[in-house]
C-alpha cells in the first residue's frame, strides 16, 4: 500500500493501491505448475514403495503413508520454492511434518483462488491438520504412559545398580519426576533387574502412578578389556601406538608396545589398514596401522596435551568400518526370557538393519510378548543412513519408538555433524509420529558431579522438542530430575518440534501496565 498525497490541494487523499508484482498471475501460475509438480513426486514416491507400505502394521500406515510423502519431498532442495511461497502471504512449507500432503494441497488450494479459480478436487489425504499430532499424542501415550499433567515430556531415568536394593531410592525417583524407568542390561544380571523392577511397580503403585520400564539390550558393545601386565590402564598421547588384541579370558602377556584388549574381536575380521578408531566416547582417536595375528596396531592421532587415560570398559568406534555383526546377540536374546515379563519396551542397541528389526520382531513374537513396543537405538552412522527403512520395520509392530543416542552417534558421524543428525532424527521421527528419546549425557555433570554448567543447561533445554529425555545415573541424580523438570516446564511454552510457541512475554508488561 502507498499513500498518496496531494500537495496541490494541500491535503491527503484516500490511499491508493498499486499491484504488486509478487502477485502478478505469471508468478502465482508458475508457483501452481511447481507446487503441482513436487506433489505429483511425492505420489511417486509413496507408489514406489507400496509393498514397503503393505507390511506396516494397518494403525500404522496412514503415519508411513505420510513419512514417505515427507521423505519423497525432501530429495529434492526447495529452499527457493519457499521464499516464492513465502513473498505471495503462503505456507512455506516448513512445519509439514506431521501432515504433508493436506498442506500440499491446501497450499495449491490458496493459489487457485488468489488466481480467481476454483480450489482443485484432491483424494482424502492420509493425515489431515491436527490429526499427526494427535496420532504421535497417541503413540506416546501407548509406549511411555501418560505423561504428567504438568509437563509435556516424559523423563526416562537409568537405575543404578542400588535400585535392586534400595526401594526408597526408586519412591524417590518417582516423587522428583522420573515417568519411565531404565533397566540396562549392560550391566548388574538377571536378578537385579527383575528386582529393579518389582521396586518400580511397587513405589507406582503406593503413589498412584503410572512408571512404565524400559529395557536395554546389551547388544554387540564394543568395549576394551585388560591392560597387559598389571597395569589398570593406558597412558596415550599423539603418535603412540599401541596394540588392541583378543584376550579371550587368558591373561595377555607383555609386548614391546602396550596392549589392550577387546571385548569383542570379530570386529578384526572387518577393520582395514587406515580406518580410523575411537574410544570412550570420542576423547581418544587413532588411525588403524596394520593388522597382526591376534588383533590390530593403532596410532593415536588424538589425546589431550599430557597423556590421556584409557582403561578397561572403555567403548570402542569404528565409524568407517563396514561391520556386520548382527544387534541381537545370543546374550540378548538369553535376556528376553528374563525380562519380558515385566517389560513394556526393548530398546534395540547398535541397530543397522532392517534384519536386525526383523530378529527382534520374532523372538518377540516366540515369546508371546507382541504387546511390547520396540525403541530403536540409533547410534551408528548406518543407523542414520538408513533411518526410513528402519523406522518402516520398526512400524511393523504397533508400538515403536526412536532414542537419539548421542554418545556413539556423535563419534560415529563427527562432533561437527552431530547438532545437524539429531534435528534430522527429530524430523523423520516426526513425521512418522513416533515418539523420540533425547539421550546421553543430558545433565550429566550435574548428575554425577552435583555441578551444573551453561552448556549442559542449553542442551537440555532444547530436549523439550522430543517426547522423553534420558538421565543416566549418578549420585545426584534426584537434583538432575528436579533440574531437568524445571528447564522442560520452562520451555514447553516457547517450543513444540520445529515450532515456535508465542507464549505471552514478561518483558512486554513494562509498556502496557
Partial sequence: MALSVHRDAGMETPPTTRRDAAL?????DR???DLQELRHEVLEGEAALADVL???HPENRPSARNLVHYLSLRRHDIRALQLRLARVGLSSLGRLEPHVLITLDRTLAMLALARGGEPPEFERPPISFGEGNRILAGNTRRLLGVRPRQRAVHIVVTLPTEAATNPQLVHDLLVAGMTC???NCAHDDAAAWTAMAENVRAAANALGRECRLLVDLGGPKLRTGAVAGDADRLVLTVDDCFELVASDGVPMRDTARPRIACSTPEIFRYVQPGEPIWFNDGRIGGVIEERIDDGIIVRVTHAKKGGSKLRPERGINLPETDLTLPAL???DVRDLATVIPWADAIELSFVQSTEDVEALHAALSEHGADHIGVILKIEKRRAF??????LLAAMQRRSCAVMIARGDLAVEAGFERMVEVQEEILWIAEAAHVPTIWATEVLD?????GTLSRAEVTDAAMAARAEAVMLNKGPFVIA????LDNIIDRMQDHLSKKRSLFRALSVTRSLWK
Fill in 24 to 28: 502478478s498471475p505469471r508468478v502465482l
Fill in 31 to 33: 508457483l501452481a505448475l
Fill in 54 to 56: 503393505d507390511a506396516v
Fill in 181 to 183: 524407568a531404565r533397566v
Fill in 329 to 331: 546377540t545370543e546374550k
Fill in 385 to 390: 543412513a538408513d533411518l526410513p527403512l528402519l
Fill in 445 to 449: 555433570e550435574l548428575a554425577k558431579e
Fill in 480 to 483: 538432575a530430575i528436579a533440574t
